[in-house]
């Protein structure tokens, strides 16, 4: 066995919806279990550890943290498991097997995976992909998100897609992103569909913020980058 759990203290829930929010494309699914996490105060209460897992130590709020946690709540029946790190190929389909015998410990009725994917469409689409028909045609029915007809979803996250990979149905929600920076925007979209999934309140206003400071900046490096060039086209051209 690879993959080992460290209880830091006993996971008292009952038919909890599980999140899972592992970095894809944007690192759209760790900020947003991250984000969540924060914003409820959920409490962590263990974590995965592993020789095949990078060493590397997070910190949040000046305390080391590592990098693949998990947090509980009861007050919204809710168990989140994000990383913060690329779980290894080699180590993929256990670290799913690991969730998903989590999910069933506690009941869970429902597995959510949240993730960033490039469809190059609507910038604040959220796509939908679950293993119950009924679930993914109900929320593209009211608007919360789009179907993806073709394409692939990759990691921890895809492999929990996996016919019977799970108990309970799986919903993998995946907002529109840019793949070259860390998008914050993006994590807000995802999060606002699974606010009202789970019927929850959720203030996203500084992922808004981020957002807006992050994309600024774009602009500015774009825009100096710009200038640069002109310059050395006018040394080059006279």
Same mark, same amino acid.
């Given at each position: 066995?690879?993959?080992?759990?460290?209880?830091?203290?006993?996971?008292?829930?009952?038919?909890?919806?599980?999140?899972?929010?592992?970095?894809?494309?944007?690192?759209?699914?760790?900020?947003?279990? @991250?984000?969540?996490? @924060?914003?409820?105060?959920?409490?962590?209460?263990?974590?995965?550890?592993?020789?095949?897992?990078?060493?590397?130590?997070?910190?949040?709020?000046?305390?080391?943290?590592?990098?693949? =946690?998990?947090?509980?709540?009861?007050?919204?029946?809710?168990?989140?498991?994000?990383?913060?790190?690329?779980?290894?190929?080699?180590?993929?389909?256990?670290?799913?097997?690991?969730?998903?015998?989590?999910?069933?410990?506690?009941?869970?009725?429902?597995?959510?995976?949240?993730?960033?994917?490039?469809?190059?469409?609507?910038?604040?689409?959220?796509?939908?992909?679950?293993?119950?028909?009924?679930?993914?045609?109900?929320?593209?029915?009211?608007?919360?998100?789009? =179907?993806?007809?073709?394409?692939?979803?990759?990691?921890?996250?895809?492999?929990?897609?996996?016919?019977?990979?799970?108990?309970?149905?799986?919903?993998?929600?995946?907002?529109?992103?840019?793949?070259?920076?860390?998008?914050?925007?993006?994590?807000?979209?995802?999060? =606002?569909?699974?606010?009202?999934?789970?019927?929850?309140?959720?203030?996203?206003?500084?992922?808004?913020?981020?957002?807006?400071?992050?994309?600024?900046?774009?602009?500015?490096?774009?825009?100096?980058?710009?200038?640069?060039? =002109?310059?050395?086209?006018?040394?080059?051209?006279?």
């Amino acid at each position: 066995m690879h993959i080992e759990y460290k209880q830091l203290k006993p996971i008292d829930l009952e038919g909890a919806t599980t999140i899972v929010g592992f970095p894809t494309a944007g690192l759209v699914g760790s900020i947003a279990a @991250s984000y969540l996490t @924060s914003k409820l105060d959920m409490e962590m209460v263990g974590y995965f550890s592993s020789e095949k897992i990078p060493p590397v130590t997070a910190i949040h709020d000046y305390k080391p943290m590592p990098p693949l =946690r998990v947090y509980a709540s009861k007050k919204f029946k809710l168990l989140v498991i994000l990383s913060e790190i690329v779980t290894p190929i080699s180590i993929s389909n256990e670290m799913a097997r690991e969730i998903s015998k989590m999910a069933l410990k506690v009941k869970s009725p429902l597995v959510i995976t949240l993730g960033g994917i490039s469809m190059h469409q609507d910038e604040n689409a959220v796509y939908g992909i679950s293993t119950n028909e009924e679930l993914v045609a109900s929320l593209e029915k009211k608007g919360e998100i789009n =179907r993806v007809k073709e394409g692939a979803t990759t990691g921890v996250a895809g492999l929990l897609l996996t016919p019977g990979m799970t108990k309970a149905p799986v919903l993998s929600l995946l907002a529109e992103t840019m793949e070259e920076q860390p998008d914050p925007k993006a994590a807000s979209n995802v999060l =606002r569909v699974l606010a009202k999934l789970l019927g929850i309140k959720l203030d996203t206003a500084e992922l808004e913020a981020e957002a807006k400071i992050l994309a600024n900046a774009t602009k500015e490096a774009v825009a100096g980058a710009m200038q640069s060039k =002109r310059k050395q086209m006018g040394s080059m051209y006279g």
